[in-house]
């Protein structure tokens, strides 16, 4: 059964920064492009990023602005995204999600993690 | 930039079908994506690539991509189906994915 499980999600100071990770079991984890999905409170789903199987593309919602970064170790079949200049526009559902093949349709996603940017 | 347009809510009486449109430019020329989330739940994927059924989705679940307009279709809904409905595709002139705004389905 696949099961992808986030973690390091918390609250967090405008302006700082968190990494949230994804570990996933019971696939090939190097055979499925993989991305974040994010939703707010009472809100819509928004992607927030999209990474190809060897890492070799990365993809972002032009509204980030540059303050994430999407990687992944396939060694460890862990995801992750680093989050920098966090705003409480950032505050969020933070959900894993997999690709069924190299497009960007999710057959599985994780529970999420809540991050919170607050003061 | 492409923008999905989703009705915010449609109702319908349980047996009825339910029809929820995404209105993009040209959504024909792209594949679009379908997912339920029920209150608390992450979202499930019901279809892709316009009329696809992942295992396990009923056959009550079907779709369609013409011209400016993807539409999922549900036959005799029922209570069950009561969730928020959205769709997505991938825009290639961006590589972005984008999502609707959803649909909250109520069966009456």
């Known amino acids: 059964e696949v099961q992808l499980l986030e973690s390091g999600g918390g609250l967090v100071q405008p302006g700082g920064s968190v990494r949230l990770s994804c570990a996933a079991s019971?696939?090939?984890?190097?055979?499925?492009?993989m991305s974040w999905v994010r939703q707010a409170a009472g809100k819509g789903l928004e992607w927030v990023s999209g990474?190809?199987?060897?890492?070799?593309?990365?993809y972002y919602a032009q509204s980030l602005k540059g303050r994430f970064t999407i990687s992944r170790d396939n060694s460890k079949n862990t995801l992750y995204l680093q989050m920098n200049s966090l705003r409480a526009e950032d505050t969020a559902i933070y959900y894993c999600?997999?690709?069924?093949?190299?497009?960007?349709?999710?057959?599985?996603w994780g529970q999420g993690t809540l991050v919170t940017v607050s003061s | 930039s492409y923008v999905l347009t989703q009705p915010p809510s449609v109702s319908m009486a349980p047996g009825e079908t339910a029809r929820i449109p995404c209105g993009g430019s040209?959504?024909?020329?792209?594949?679009v994506h379908w997912y339920l989330q029920q209150p608390g739940q992450a979202p499930v994927l019901v279809l892709y690539?316009?009329?696809q059924r992942p295992s396990g989705i009923p056959e009550r679940f079907s779709g369609s991509n013409f011209g400016n307009t993807a539409t999922l279709s549900i036959s005799r809904v029922e209570a069950g189906d009561e969730a928020d409905y959205y769709c997505?595709?991938?825009?290639?002139?961006?590589?972005?994915?984008?999502f609707g705004g959803g649909t909250k389905l109520t069966v009456l």
């Open positions: 999600v997999k690709s069924q093949r190299d497009g960007f349709d999710y057959d599985y």
């Open positions: 019971g696939l090939t984890f190097s055979s499925y492009t």
């Open positions: 990474i190809s199987r060897t890492s070799g593309s990365k």
């Open positions: 040209n959504i024909a020329t792209k594949s």
């Open positions: 690539d316009d009329t």
């Open positions: 997505q595709v991938w825009d290639g002139d961006t590589n972005q994915v984008l």
